[in-house]
């Protein structure tokens, strides 16, 4: 019996969709390696591999704060970068008819890449939308940042760290 009530744990570790982020773990994002760098700032934060494929998105989550960041390939659309945000306002209200994209405004990240970003309002949360455009204009980096109401500030404070923080290092340099 007392095999069995210790092999509980392992089994959950395996069967779980959660996987615990180190604070400072970088995630590589896009098809090709480095395309995008997103920074796991602070500790707690939770990876949903059943949401997430490296190639295509992330959705991490810690005390009532959801992330989601997603690539999107602009080689592959006659809209370009300049339809991004009408875009991400179209896939938000697709995933909830009732959200709300706020009018974006102009924004640096970090490492120098240009984006827009603005609030969003989704399923009784709120937050932010922020988009990162590659320097090239190959591609883009798309975040939204979600809180429930009463949800811890400092996970809230660090999720947009993460969002600020944002590399396309095949560009740097």
Do not use: N
């Not at 744990?9 to 395309?35: H, K, N, Q």
């Not at 934060?45 to 992330?58: E, G, I, R, T, V």
């Not at 809180?147 to 969002?163: H, I, Q, T, Y």
């Amino acid at each position: 019996m007392a095999v069995l009530t210790g092999g509980w744990p392992l089994i959950d570790r395996a069967l779980s969709d959660r996987e615990r982020l180190p604070g400072g773990a970088l995630l590589e994002l896009g098809p090709a390696s480095g395309t995008a760098v997103l920074r796991v700032v602070g500790e707690g934060w939770s990876l949903s591999k059943a949401q997430s494929d490296p190639s295509f998105s992330y959705a991490l989550s810690r005390d009532g704060v959801d992330v989601v960041a997603g690539y999107v390939d602009l080689t592959t659309t006659e809209a370009g970068a300049g339809r991004l945000w009408t875009g991400l306002r179209r896939v938000q209200s697709v995933a909830d008819a009732d959200s709300r994209l706020g009018a974006p405004h102009s924004a640096t990240s970090a490492g120098g890449a240009r984006g827009s970003t603005g609030t969003l309002t989704r399923g009784g949360r709120t937050g932010t939308a922020t988009v990162w455009l590659r320097p090239d204009e190959t591609c883009a980096v798309e975040i939204t940042v979600l809180a429930k109401p009463g949800a811890g500030a400092d996970a809230m404070a660090e999720a947009m760290a993460l969002v600020r923080g944002v590399s396309f290092p095949q560009e740097a340099g």
